[in-house]
């Protein structure tokens, strides 16, 4: 059985910082490409970062997060970590980390495509108070 399960999620003044992590079981993550998600109440859930399996190697940031936000992965830990920096109240969201064969699906997701991505975790809230 595949599992995906975030933790790292918490409550943080603006300018704060968090690590979430994607703990993934029944798969080995780096042959696998990796998205983090978030959703607020009300809206689409939204690409925030993904990152291409381990042999396709690329990666996507949203703009909102770019230079605030690195992906990286842990392969011996079978983890991906979204290292959130400068966070801002419109961070404010659950966020969700996903998992999928397709780098190219899993990447267009992120970019708001309609791919269907495989597994999905639970979600962590993440909350950034002003």
């Known amino acids: 059985e595949v599992q995906l399960v975030e933790s790292g999620g918490g409550s943080v003044q603006a300018g704060g910082s968090l690590r979430l992590s994607c703990a993934a079981s029944g798969i080995s993550a780096e042959d696998f490409a990796i998205g983090w998600f978030r959703e607020v109440p009300g809206k689409r859930r939204a690409g925030v970062s993904c990152?291409?399996?381990?042999?396709?190697?690329?990666?996507y940031y949203e703009d909102s997060v770019k230079g605030r936000v690195t992906v990286t992965r842990d392969n011996a830990e079978n983890r991906v970590f979204l290292e959130m920096n400068n966070l801002k109240p419109d961070d404010t969201a659950v966020y969700y980390c996903?998992?999928?064969?397709?780098?190219?699906?899993?990447?267009?997701?992120?970019?708001?495509?309609?791919?269907?991505?495989?597994?999905w975790g639970e979600g962590t809230q993440v909350t950034v108070a002003r």
């Open positions: 990152v291409g399996s381990t042999f396709d190697g690329r990666t």
């Open positions: 996903a998992a999928d064969r397709s780098s190219i699906g899993v990447l267009n997701t992120c970019q708001g495509g309609s791919y269907d991505v495989e597994y």
